[in-house]
């Protein structure tokens, strides 16, 4: 690699960098509080965390358990209200709280740095990349205009971006989600730190794009030797990415230890119920169904005395996880493992779970709703801005669309952004009519039939459960009034008397305390909206719903206990569901069929068990191969996806999966290039786009394997 | 008997106020102590900004109602005692009566009046017409922006190019074409009038039966009702007798505005309405993307329900703070009216009016002039920093 | 970029002759035409003199028609009256109707003839017009950097006792409008009763020679009012950048303060304030004829003043037309200069 910084300050931090051989980053007993004029909020408390050189640790845990404020915290950048209370954060034995603002801003970008969540609003929208990348080295190494340049000419490179002169030439709008976080990522090892934080880096992103820039990371840690402190929501990206992770609970680190130790040998009740509550391949909806965790997360200002996961834990023992302070402890045997938990040595960790209701499988009934040949274009003027006239571009956001419904099906629509799999749900809502083909409810065409034009009945048995549970629901409307209005619209109950009375029974049918019904939206958690949301969809008992990734803005303990509410009430009314996800763990664990969606096309479509096995379309592969499983027993095989996921306006010809498919050159000729491949029946019902010869379909391996035990 | 001293002027003006110090005090007291459970009004009283605007604006509300009701005046605004013409402030009025009071507080004006009565009347003028324009501005600018931003496409590039084309127009220029006793006289402004009027009665019929159409048993009457009262009272304010527009009989109009008043307030309701639009109309943009909006829509509501009942209630913080700075703004319009003549008679006692009388003797006598000027100012003040006060406490939560 | 300004153009047009018809429309009104006749002819007029007088002069033409003559796209009139003269509108004064041209209207060139100042619309208009224009100038010159200033210090460190001090000047100037301040700053600097006699209550020596003593008022007072508005705007546009995520991410890659304020933050804070500044024209012209009204100034404002309260039709149709042709001059380089300072828009 070539050495940039020559002046005598950069040979110095150079040096300096060299030298040090111990922990790179050591927290100790930190606390941190927000201040607000009614009160302190105590955000990290007692939280201690190591990284050796070289090391990766994640911080996992909810939202609101303090992961974020951790990595601000060791930035030194926690804001007006935020104050450090206690404890000291140690970067290569300096503690970070007694250095000047000069020192601090010496460290920053050049040896600690940063990744964000969102790429897009983390890059300065007004300045060339270029030029935000070549300040980095311009400010720490005092490197010329031209290093600065050469720099960062060879980390974009490095970062795996296409055309790196252009690149630095462009604006960050001009550049795609995954292209953007790759630069910041860049941005992050212009001057090769040894620390770097990454919080959430790939939330904002698609789970193909997801999975290479993991990728990237992980390469580019290893050959910079950079320490990382991984901060994540998700336990399966952190088992690919990490040596050790730290747990975290409402502010607490509840369990730390490597990966396999708290993978395989947990000793805290949360990480257990975590694990729990996640569908891993082998749960099942009907035999071996979730366990959500009860309760809600405390707020900061409401935490009970003791144990804070106390209140919602199996193994609560009243008088003693209620009582003063507790600290962690190590486990004996492992290495660096530690627990915040009383009762650890006397729980046994691999008994069986309590007994899980087997719950009898739905039986699966008549066809209710049929979609054959759907064809949604829209016309779109070719400049967004300013145009009106000039020419149109037609985008087509479903291509024949041919499946098929049936009552009490989970059927499962998956795909990632520009698949078309909002626009199908907006043209079977009739909120957009189709361009072509039909769509039969009952037998009934309502392809063309606009919402405003269709009756009571159908506009009641198509319903809806939206994506974001904090705009799910009108804010300045109490939750009782909107599930009445409802009531209203699809005419049920004489009186007002009546409709009340049935919108608590509403309010049971999801589990929410009758008492909510006056209560306004924010005082409710997000799962709350969420369950309130589903009662409002099932108001007029609905026979179909769709549901629009009703979980993926859930934690994940929530996610659980949504997600079997939907199926309890399912199985009850014997509702056709109609599940869009991007999600395929959630997906494999609760769908009967399901349906893979490409940039419009429908690429793969048949039962679960199908396609989760081979064949497989090759973008099922890819996507199946991309979704991080937390499951130390299971092992992947390796397929990542070239570029990002092009855009819907401008589709590729051919097959519209050709750009990044692995098993394009298994195929003769230019026949991906040039046309769109055939729908091919393979076994009962499953049917796959694509021009794969049989013999290649049958040489295809499985993605996932669990290991046996 | 001796002019008085600025301490005997101010104590005195102090006392003059004794009835809007208790008004305000109450008032303070009472939200102070139920605060919590006020809402976003409450929350203003976290905020010294907003305390500090609101009192203000209270003080001049409560100046302007009890001027009216006579209270706080020390003269009749109109009356002129022809020694105490120019006179400095605290001068003791000669030869006055037993039932008079003894000093014209802040000296007389060049037609020797009373300058502090006619500044306190001026107050009930302002504090008449400003809130009740804006309001009007702002039915009109919502049940337009409302459509223009939820449909879009034609509708929409039609109504923001009339928006545009008054907002490009030079306001005073406006003001010169319109609020003249030529264009009175031929009824324009009574016609514009007849328009603008129309729209909060269209509003609050569409508000209600968005609302209500599903249970046509109780929509009906609560229509008509509603309604009635509501064409009642649009009838007689745009209703004059002797005008052009004259569709009730004398014996059922309930009241008259005076054409001078009627025409100012259609202008100022006129310019303000396309700034309003423009705001609802790009917060419709915005809050007409929500999910609860697609939920609404996927129930089959209808789009007015969508647009009143889903996007407006979620609109209001800024709509409010809008409204705040827009009182105020009205505020200097009626003064720009005042200040060149136009509109209100040329005895009547508004700010505006009296600051243009006390101008041309501005290098001799400051008072006349000067008074009103920081009246004026205080009160728009007030209202800016009012709604700094909300903005700064609704984005908190 | 260039299809775009062809259409915006073709908009800017469309509301110039939407305008223009609308101050046309209003002003020959017939209560203001009798007005006018009875002014020129004799105050004893009867009705029916009115009427043919306004007949004989071409005014009682549909209003559509007069106004396509005022254009110059429609052949003006030539009446003969029923007093046995022939008249002709496009006749120089005194000249005989035989010798006029077919078309004269503002696109010819012809603007009409003022009534009040007895001169060709056209040359006073182009004269008030350089007079205001150096009072512009200076408000400019004055108000623009300042009131960034104010804006981008307050905006930088939102809450901090410098931002609260900022903010409270900020306010008061924009609840302070012209006659106010005016009226204040006259009687503070220029009263001869009590005031500092630092400068000049009246600026009508301004328009032959401008000094700091009889032009810093009326600058000042222009300027005032709108300082406060920009600042604000400044501020609360400044505010919001500093508390976004890249603010944050050159904020933890090292960059100082100074450097984020101005390398980082500047540009992304000053493009909504630059769609305001130029927003803001149709505004400072309230401000303009106040001011000059005030101090006695005779410039534009002040022509509009008196045409307006001396009814002089052409001379107030003439100051319409350049002032409503001045608010959309700018709302379209408003529009180009944004496009220019926020790369996320491209026009292609």
């Given amino acids: 690699m070539k050495q940039v910084g020559c002046t005598p300050y950069a040979r110095e931090t150079q040096e300096m960098k060299d030298i040090y051989d111990g922990p790179i980053l050591e927290i100790d007993v930190l606390s941190i509080s927000f201040f607000t004029r009614l009160r302190e909020i105590p955000a990290v408390m007692d939280f201690s965390v190591k990284v050796m050189p070289g090391e990766a640790v994640g911080l996992v845990g909810e939202s609101g358990c303090g992961k974020s404020t951790v990595a601000l915290g060791v930035m030194q950048d926690l804001g007006k209200n935020g104050r450090i209370t206690g404890g000291t954060i140690k970067f290569k034995g300096r503690d970070l709280g007694q250095m000047s603002v000069e020192e601090l801003r010496k460290i920053r970008g050049s040896e600690i740095a940063m990744i964000y969540q969102e790429p897009m609003a983390s890059l300065n929208p007004a300045m060339k990349i270029g030029k935000q990348l070549m300040e980095v080295p311009m400010i720490h190494q005092g490197a010329s205009e031209k290093e600065a340049y050469d720099r960062a000419l060879q980390v974009v490179t490095d970062v795996k971006l296409p055309d790196p002169k252009r690149i630095l030439d462009a604006y960050p709008h001009q550049l795609s989600g995954g292209q953007q976080q790759r630069i910041v990522i860049a941005m992050a090892l212009m001057s090769e730190p040894a620390l770097l934080i990454l919080d959430e880096p790939t939330t904002a992103l698609d789970v193909t794009v997801e999975a290479s820039i993991v990728d990237l990371v992980k390469d580019l840690g290893r050959k910079y030797g950079t320490s990382m402190l991984f901060i994540s929501h998700n336990l399966g990206l952190v088992l690919e990415t990490c040596d050790r992770l730290c747990v975290m609970y409402s502010g607490e680190a509840v369990e730390r230890g490597s990966i396999a130790d708290v993978f395989d040998e947990m000793q805290h009740p949360y990480t257990q119920a975590l694990f729990r509550s996640i569908p891993l391949p082998g749960a099942d909806k009907n035999s071996r169904p979730l366990v959500a965790i009860p309760g809600n997360f405390p707020l900061p200002h409401e935490r009970p005395p003791g144990c804070n996961f106390g209140p919602r834990c199996d193994y609560f023992e009243a008088g003693r996880c209620d009582q003063g302070t507790i600290r962690m402890r190590p486990v004996k045997g492992n290495d660096r493992h530690e627990t915040r938990c009383l009762r650890f040595e006397e729980i046994d960790w691999n008994a069986p779970l309590a007994a899980a209701i087997t719950k009898d499988k739905g039986m699966i009934g008549d066809v209710v709703l049929k979609m054959e040949d759907l064809k949604k274009y829209y016309e779109v003027s070719a400049n967004a801005l300013f145009g009106k006239s000039g020419e149109t571009k037609v985008v087509k956001a479903n291509e024949t669309l041919s499946f098929e419904a049936r009552e009490s099906e989970t059927l499962a629509i998956v795909g990632e952004s520009g698949c078309g799999k909002s626009t199908f749900a907006k043209v079977l809502m009739g909120l957009e009519t189709a361009t072509a083909g039909q769509i039969l409810l009952d037998n009934r065409n309502i392809e063309s039939t606009p919402i405003e034009r269709r009756d009571t009945k159908t506009i009641a048995d198509v319903q809806m459960v939206f994506q974001n549970p904090f705009d799910t629901l009108n804010p300045s409307m109490t939750v009782g009034r909107q599930i009445i209005r409802a009531l209203e619209i699809f005419g049920i109950g004489k009186t007002e008397a009546d409709r009340r009375e049935r919108m608590l029974q509403l309010l049971d049918l999801v589990k929410l305390p009758r008492a909510f019904a006056d209560r306004m939206p924010r005082q409710l958690s997000g799962g709350q909206k969420q369950r309130v949301g589903i009662a409002r969809a099932f108001a007029g008992d609905a026979r179909i719903v769709v549901a629009d990734e009703p979980v993926s803005a859930l934690d994940v303990s929530v996610q659980a206990a949504v997600t079997d509410l939907l199926m309890e009430i399912q199985r009850e009314k014997k509702t056709t569901l109609l599940f869009i996800s991007h999600d395929l763990s959630i997906v494999r664990y609760l769908s009967d069929r399901v349906m893979v969606m490409y940039l419009g096309h429908v690429v793969e479509l048949g039962t679960t068990d199908q396609v989760f096995s081979p064949p497989y379309h090759p973008y099922t592969e890819a996507l199946l191969s991309a979704v991080p499983i937390a499951d130390t027993r299971v092992k992947k095989k390796h397929i990542v996806l070239e570029g990002d996921i092009p855009s819907a306006m401008n589709p590729p010809p051919g097959c519209p999966f050709q750009t990044r498919c692995r098993w394009k050159s298994q195929v003769p000729g230019k026949l991906c290039e040039t046309e769109v491949p055939p729908v091919r029946r393979m076994a009962d019902g499953h049917q796959i786009k694509c021009h794969l010869s049989d013999a290649k379909f049958a040489e295809m391996e499985p993605v996932i394997e669990i290991a046996a035990e | ?397 | 970029m260039g299809l775009f300004i062809l259409r915006r153009l073709w908009v800017m047009i469309l509301t110039a002759l939407a305008l223009t018809y609308i101050v046309f429309f209003l002003t020959n009104l017939y209560p203001n035409l009798e007005k006018l006749a009875k002014s020129q002819g004799n105050f004893r007029m009867t009705d029916a003199q009115v009427e043919t007088y306004l007949g004989n002069r071409g005014y009682l033409q549909s209003t559509p028609l007069k106004y396509a003559q005022w254009l110059g796209v429609a052949p003006g009139w030539v009446i003969t009256g029923t007093d046995g003269e022939t008249r002709a509108r496009c006749a120089a004064p005194g000249a005989a109707a035989e010798t006029a041209t077919t078309f004269c209207g503002i696109l010819q060139g012809n603007w009409g003839f003022s009534t009040v100042f007895k001169d060709g619309v056209g040359s006073i208009v182009a004269t008030r017009l350089a007079l205001t224009g150096k009072l512009m100038f200076w408000v400019m010159v004055l108000m623009v950097p300042s009131a960034l200033l104010l804006g981008v210090l307050a905006g930088m460190r939102e809450g901090t006792r410098t931002d609260r001090a900022l903010s409270t000047v900020a306010i008061t100037t924009t609840a302070t409008p012209e006659y106010v301040s005016g009226v204040i700053l006259i009687a503070v600097f220029s009263s001869s009763a009590v005031g500092l006699k630092w400068f000049k209550g009246t600026a009508t020596s301004a328009m032959e020679n401008a000094t700091f003593e009889n032009f810093f008022l009326p600058v000042l007072t222009i300027a005032l009012y709108g300082m406060g508005y920009i600042a604000r705007m400044t501020r609360a546009s400044m505010a919001e950048v500093m508390t976004a995520q890249y603010i944050r991410t050159a904020r933890l890659k090292g960059v100082s303060f100074p450097n984020i304020v101005m390398k980082h933050a500047l540009r992304n804070a000053l493009i909504a304030p630059f769609t305001v500044i130029m927003l803001q024209f149709p505004w400072l012209l309230n401000g303009v004829v106040i001011v000059e009204t005030l101090f006695n100034y005779k410039g534009f404002g002040w022509t509009l003043v008196q045409a307006a309260g001396n009814n002089d039709i052409e001379l107030l149709l003439g100051v319409s037309v350049v002032s409503v042709f001045v608010v959309l001059v700018t709302q379209l380089i408003s529009d180009i200069g944004y496009v220019y300072l926020n790369p996320r828009i491209s026009v292609s």
């Avoid at chain 2, 605004?77 to 037993?98: D, H, Y």
């Avoid at chain 2, 030079?170 to 609020?179: A, M, N, S």
């Avoid at chain 2, 609050?204 to 009457?221: C, D, E, F, G, K």
């Avoid at chain 2, 002797?242 to 259609?266: A, E, N």
């Fill in chain 2, 1 to 397: 008997m001796e002019p008085l001293s600025w301490a005997d002027i101010l104590g005195r003006i102090f006392v003059q106020f004794t009835p809007v110090w208790i008004a305000l005090v109450v008032v303070f007291a009472a939200s102070i102590w139920f605060k919590r459970n006020l809402g976003l009004y409450g929350k203003l009283f976290d905020s010294t900004i907003g305390m500090i605007g609101f009192a203000l604006v209270m003080f001049w509300v409560f100046t302007g109602i009890f001027g009216a009701m006579d209270m706080v005046v020390t003269h009749d605004a109109l009356n002129q005692i022809s020694v105490m013409k120019n006179k400095a402030p605290g001068t003791p009025v000669m030869g006055a009566g037993e039932d008079v009071y003894p000093y014209y507080l802040l000296g007389g004006d060049n037609l020797a009046r009373d300058v502090f009565s006619r500044m306190v009347k001026g107050a009930w003028v302002v504090v008449q017409i400003a809130p009740l324009a804006t309001l009007f501005a702002f039915m009109v600018g919502i049940t337009l922006g409302l459509p223009a931003g939820f449909y879009g496409g034609r509708l929409d590039t039609l109504l923001s190019f009339l928006a545009n084309l008054i907002l490009a127009f030079p306001v005073i220029l406006l003001f010169y074409l319109l609020v003249t006793p030529e264009i009175i006289a031929t009824g324009i402004p009574n016609y514009m009038a007849t328009c603008l009027f129309v729209f909060p009665l269209i509003f609050v019929a569409i508000l209600l039966n968005s609302r209500y159409h599903t249970q046509p048993a109780l929509r009906t009457p609560l229509l008509i009702g509603v309604l009635g009262v509501l064409g009642w009272l649009y009838l007689s304010l745009i209703s004059e007798v002797g005008s052009k527009v004259q569709v009730i009989p004398g014996f059922l109009d309930l009241f008259d505005v005076p054409g001078g008043i009627l025409v100012v307030f259609v202008s100022v309701v006129f310019v303000n309405s396309p700034t309003v639009f423009r705001i609802v109309r790009g917060l419709t943009m915005d809050i007409k993307t929500r999910d609860y909006v697609a939920a609404a829509q996927t129930r089959g509501e209808g789009p007015w329900y969508i647009m009143l009942w889903e996007i407006l209630p979620n609109a209001r913080g800024p709509l409010i703070v809008d409204f705040c700075l827009r009182i105020g703004y009205t505020t200097i319009l009626l003064g720009t009216l005042g200040f060149f003549g136009l509109g209100l008679p040329p005895e009547s006692p508004d700010w505006g009016t009296t600051i243009n009388d006390g101008r041309r003797l501005l290098s001799i006598y400051l008072h006349p002039a000067i008074v009103p000027a920081l009246s004026l100012l205080s009160l728009v003040l007030g209202l800016n920093l009012l709604a700094d006060g909300l903005r700064e406490e609704s984005l908190k939560d």
